[in-house]
């Protein structure tokens, strides 16, 4: 791994990161959107470097977190930062796939899970030399359908599913969420400014909930018309050290 360093997540929290393995924009909007609140059993699936839960723990202190990655490197990181913040008694690494998680994980425990998935479908656009981006970016290790399905196996019933993708993936998460009998329940979009379509979504799903009444929130918007952050993107940043604007 390359330039492997230490980068501020604010309130103390560090975060072991290298040039395959970082978190960017939809990452920080993810945990934010999704952070639980009390003692909450959580997992994270495709961690990456373990920024997701990382916040979680910086913001809530008695969560417990199980954070899933398939790539040992970046498992690697994040045991790093496990150590390097003393929080093994709080966030366990498991080098595992999520599409084989029985006997891994206890399935109907968790009351949240999240994810940040790959956002192009296998096969389809440019292809990252970068083994590490390009499982980050394509669905080459997992599809929509193992992510929904793993999630619902770990979730209990009522348990909260979370997820950012493309607009343009909308419909095939709604659809993948319900094929696992994981209601749609909150969504809210993220653009850059008020002139810019959408470019992301954040969704949150619930274990076994009642069809319909989906909670559509305001529109989230990276920048203010002077160009700057706006004043919800500095609350969720708060004090990190470096942060782009791009989703």
């Given at each position: 791994?390359?330039?492997?360093?230490?980068?501020?997540?604010?309130?103390?929290?560090?975060?072991?990161?290298?040039?395959?393995?970082?978190?960017?924009?939809?990452?920080?909007?993810?945990?934010?959107?999704?952070?639980?609140?009390?003692?909450?059993?959580?997992?994270?699936?495709?961690t990456g470097c373990g920024t997701i839960p990382l916040l979680w723990l910086?913001?809530?202190?008695?969560?417990?977190?199980?954070?899933?990655?398939?790539?040992?490197?970046?498992?690697?990181?994040?045991?790093?930062?496990?150590?390097?913040?003393?929080?093994?008694?709080?966030?366990?690494?498991?080098?595992?796939?999520?599409?084989?998680?029985?006997?891994?994980?206890?399935?109907?425990?968790f009351d949240l899970v999240a994810c940040n998935p790959?956002?192009?479908?296998?096969?389809?656009?440019?292809?990252?030399?970068?083994?590490?981006?390009?499982?980050?970016?394509?669905?080459?290790?997992?599809?929509?359908?193992?992510?929904?399905?793993?999630?619902?196996?770990?979730?209990?019933?009522?348990?909260?599913?979370?997820?950012?993708?493309?607009?343009?993936?909308?419909?095939?998460?709604?659809?993948?969420?319900?094929?696992?009998?994981?209601?749609?329940?909150?969504?809210?979009?993220?653009?850059?400014?008020?002139?810019?379509?959408?470019?992301?979504?954040?969704?949150?799903?619930?274990?076994?909930?009642?069809?319909?009444?989906?909670?559509?929130?305001?529109?989230?918007?990276?920048?203010?018309?002077?160009?700057?952050?706006?004043?919800?993107?500095?609350?969720?940043?708060?004090?990190?050290?470096?942060?782009?604007?791009?989703?």
């Open positions: 791994m390359k330039n492997i360093h230490r980068e501020p997540l604010g309130g103390g929290m560090e975060i072991f990161v290298s040039d395959s393995y970082h978190f960017s924009t939809d990452t920080i909007l993810l945990a934010d959107f999704s952070k639980p609140s009390g003692s909450k059993k959580c997992a994270d699936l495709g910086k913001d809530n202190p008695s969560c417990r977190v199980s954070a899933v990655e398939i790539q040992p490197d970046a498992c690697a990181l994040l045991r790093d930062s496990i150590a390097y913040n003393h929080l093994e008694e709080r966030l366990t690494a498991l080098n595992a796939d999520l599409k084989n998680l029985k006997g891994t994980l206890p399935f109907g425990a790959p956002y192009k479908l296998g096969g389809t656009g440019i292809q990252n030399p970068d083994s590490a981006k390009l499982i980050a970016r394509h669905e080459t290790e997992c599809t929509l359908d193992d992510v929904c399905g793993a999630a619902a196996n770990l979730l209990q019933f009522g348990g909260r599913f979370c997820i950012c993708q493309r607009p343009e993936r909308l419909a095939d998460v709604m659809e993948s969420m319900r094929k696992f009998a994981v209601e749609p329940k909150r969504l809210r979009l993220v653009q850059q400014r008020k002139s810019k379509a959408p470019k992301l979504f954040l969704l949150e799903g619930r274990r076994g909930g009642k069809r319909g009444f989906l909670d559509v929130l305001p529109t989230l918007f990276i920048e203010d018309e002077q160009g700057d952050f706006s004043q919800e993107m500095l609350a969720i940043y708060g004090n990190y050290k470096t942060i782009d604007k791009e989703v």
